[in-house]
């Protein structure tokens, strides 16, 4: 009779295909960065945009160490795989949605981003509603080790990707990334007891 792999095997598969998955996810935004250096008197920089990317960036690093945790899943099944994947997969589709292949269709990242949005801040959401999927895999031990902050954020998280959909103000939309911002550096530093 074969045996059946063990948990540390099963582990070790699902964190290097996640790690790939937000490896293309990093190098994609990378490539969309380097464009504005590479063509900056004909692709602009439109400061919104730019605001989600650089929240997009910490998230996920954030998330890929978040990942760390699904050590303590200690049987692991296609469906958790399947659902670990998918969830993966919205972070790439959140960096395809912001440094798309071609822009030949707009104007520039500021009508992009403004056309788009939708799509962004919709996925968005479904990554706060994925994450708190993913924290209970990890166990309701892990789920209490966060605080009662932890519901707050993701149902603020999910609220604001909905109201962002709407606000056409560009000073609002400044003001809410650059909160998103400062808020997902605060909650990493206190969750890790950086300072």
Known sequence: MEALPSHAEYFGHVRTIVGMVLGLSLARMVNGLTRFVQHPGTIKIYPIHLGWVIFIFITIVHFWWYEFHLSRVSVWTF????FLIFYTM???????????????????????????????????????LLDVADTLIKGT????????????????????????TFITSKRAQLVLVFAAILYQISWIIRLYDIL
């Open 79 to 82: 469906p958790l795989y399947g």
């Open 90 to 128: 919205v972070f790439a589709a959140l960096t395809a949605l912001l440094f798309p292949d071609q822009m030949a269709d707009y104007k520039g990242f500021e009508d992009y981003f403004e056309q788009r949005k939708r799509w962004f801040f919709g996925l968005l959401a479904l990554a706060s």
């Open 141 to 164: 031990d892990y789920l209490r080790s966060l605080g009662a902050e932890y519901p707050i954020r993701q149902v603020a998280f999910v609220a604001m990707s909905i109201v962002a």
